[in-house]
Antibody, heavy 121, light 107 residues
């Protein structure tokens, strides 16, 4: 069974950098094809796609956030990491990682439970 | 970026009703569209991918259709567990984008 678990700080201060980790169980981040995405959801709002990394290490980002985001793989830990710089209260949201063991054309079919991040001083 | 517009934003329906949700892309996306269901406090689950392919384990009352710019999710006979919010997502080109969601409520 494939599971994903997001981890990171529950509270960050404005201007700080957020680092979130998605840990894989039952599946290798080295696999290809592979589509691993980060998605967030502010309270009471719609899903907001953030970034993706695929099996060939291609990376793509949300256009309005691309200067602040970095996605990467840590193959030794079987994880995907997302960093977001210069955090602001509007970035308060639940952050999800999600996976498809195939190309991103097919959407994602395995989700973590999400991790809630609050940005406040 | 490709903009995804869902309608309606909410719908009230009864158990047994047929429910249709539409999603329009701001430019052609072939058949690269996914539909997700999200219940309160839970992560989304994929229902449909490639516009009309039913994800394994998803009940057959869910179906998807469309290509190009216009797409539809249909629930043929609404069940109590189907009251949730539904999102479309274009998977044709990066950045991938979601629609604004459709909330299906109990009438």
């Amino acid at each position: 069974q494939v599971t994903l678990r997001e981890s990171g700080p529950a509270l960050v201060k404005p201007t700080q950098t957020l680092t979130l980790t998605c840990t894989f169980s039952g599946y290798s981040v080295r696999n290809s094809p592979l589509c691993v995405t980060w998605i967030r959801q502010p309270p009471g709002k719609a899903l907001d796609w953030l970034a993706v990394i695929d099996g060939d290490d291609n990376k793509y980002y949300n256009t309005s956030l691309k200067t602040r985001l970095t996605i990467s793989k840590d193959t030794s830990e079987n994880q995907v990491v997302l960093t977001m710089t210069n955090m602001d209260p509007v970035d308060t949201a639940t952050y999800y990682c999600a996976l498809r063991g195939n190309h991103c054309y097919y959407g994602v079919d395995v989700w973590g439970q999400g991790t809630t991040v609050t940005v406040s001083s | 970026d490709i903009q995804m517009t869902q309608s309606p934003s909410s719908v009230s329906a009864s158990v047994g009703d047929r429910v249709t949700i539409t999603c329009r892309a701001s430019q052609g996306i072939s058949n690269w569209l996914a539909w997700y269901q999200q219940k309160p406090g839970r992560a989304p689950n994929v229902l449909i991918y490639a516009a009309s392919s039913l994800q394994s384990g998803v009940p057959s009352r869910f179906s998807g259709s469309g290509s190009g710019t216009d797409f539809t999710l249909t629930i043929s006979s609404l069940q109590p567990e189907d009251f949730a919010t539904y999102y479309c997502q274009q998977t044709n080109s990066f950045p991938l984008t979601f629609g604004g969601g459709t909330r299906v409520e109990i009438k």
